[in-house]
């Protein structure tokens, strides 16, 4: 009991520390852990951009499923500078959905010999 | 091997269906009820945009993840639901709701044998539960309702369906591509009951979360239920 007592205490401490150190956990219920500087910004408007089309991925050409496929690409460099939960969390979904641009541009080969 | 071999573990209640028990050190374990946040979210919200695995227990959720906002605290913030400073509504020893929490809030939803006694596809189906699709960003719309036919092993057997339409409301495409299925490593394996029994493939999903192996009809049209 006492060791959870303790766990609470250490637990409250950092949350309170992130929620007084960083608005974006208090405000809009997003994940964030994306840095809030206009660079890091950017990126996680990008990441959005490539990761939110897979859905559409069957109705996208070859060269739209290439060209977010390189976008993938360039991304995966620039999240090493991310502290470790986001770093966890953006490079398994930026994975995702670079592979499954392949899965797509797979699947349209196939059936063009079709 | 037939239909005759397979045996089947009685059902769990319905309202305990898809709960997880999460058993963390130096803690009471946490209660995770997979009905109680598909009511409000497809699949898709944790296990792409908040990159929860499919497999309980591998996905490595600390407290610190969550006071920074990822897996349940991108959520459990005090705004969206409770907050993390609730710590026992979640650290509770790992009980979910009761029958009767279970029945006010499913109430009215269309009913199936096996699992929670839902049909969750019928019940989007009919706009009678409307989950969010995403937290971050609103995804293109799906575009790829292709329902599939899978070639049946034995002649015995009707083939099993693959509906697109019934998965892409919850899922996004890459939940399934190519981690689950990608045609260009398919073995024969992929198509075996044994396997989903091991929770592969469609056993991903089917006997976990979704409806359970046990009804055989709603893949195999035309097979009975077992019972």
């Not at chain 2, 997880?20 to 995770?32: H, L, N």
């Not at chain 2, 497999?55 to 993390?84: L, P, Q, S």
């Not at chain 2, 009215?108 to 049909?119: F, M, R, S, T």
Request: positive net charge; glycine residues 10%.
């Amino acid at each position: 009991m006492k060791k959870i007592m303790m766990a609470a205490f250490a637990v409250l401490i950092l949350s309170g520390a992130a929620f007084a150190a960083d608005a974006r956990f208090s405000g809009t219920g997003k994940p964030g852990g994306a840095g809030s500087g206009p660079e890091e910004r950017e990126w996680i408007n990008e990441f959005n951009d490539v990761c939110s089309a897979t859905t559409a991925s069957m109705a996208l050409s070859k060269d739209e499923l290439n060209s977010h496929i390189r976008s993938a690409d360039a991304l995966k460099g620039r999240l090493g500078c991310l502290e470790d939960s986001a770093k966890k969390v953006y490079s398994r979904r930026l994975r995702m959905c670079h592979d499954m641009y392949e899965f797509a541009l797979d699947a349209k080969v196939k059936e063009d010999k079709k | 091997m037939g239909p005759q071999n397979f045996t089947f573990a009685a059902d769990p209640v319905p309202q305990s269906y898809g709960n997880i028990i999460m058993k963390p050190e130096g803690a009471k374990p946490v209660i995770f009820s997979h009905w109680v946040h598909r009511l409000r979210y497809t699949c898709r919200v944790c296990h792409f945009e908040l990159q929860i695995n499919f497999k309980a227990g591998t996905t490595g959720i600390t407290m610190e993840d969550n006071v920074e906002g990822k897996y349940c605290g991108a959520c459990h913030n005090g705004k969206t639901a409770f907050g993390i400073e609730h710590c026992s509504r979640c650290h509770n020893g790992g009980v979910g709701p009761g029958k009767k929490e279970f029945a006010k809030k499913t109430g009215g939803l269309p009913p199936a044998i096996h699992g929670n006694g839902i049909d969750w596809n019928q019940a989007m189906e009919e706009n009678l539960i409307k989950p969010v699709d995403y937290l971050i960003t609103k995804p293109d719309k799906f575009q790829f309702d292709r329902a599939l036919t899978l070639k049946a092993a034995w002649d015995y057997v009707p083939s099993a369906v693959f509906p697109h339409k019934a998965h892409n409301r919850w899922l996004d495409c890459n939940n399934c591509h190519p981690d689950i299925f990608d045609i260009k490593n398919r073995t024969e394996k992929q198509n075996r009951m044994e396997s989903y029994f091991k929770g592969e493939f469609c056993g991903v999903c089917h006997g976990k979360v979704a409806f359970p192996l046990k009804d055989c009809g709603r893949c195999h049209l035309g097979m009975g239920n077992w019972r």
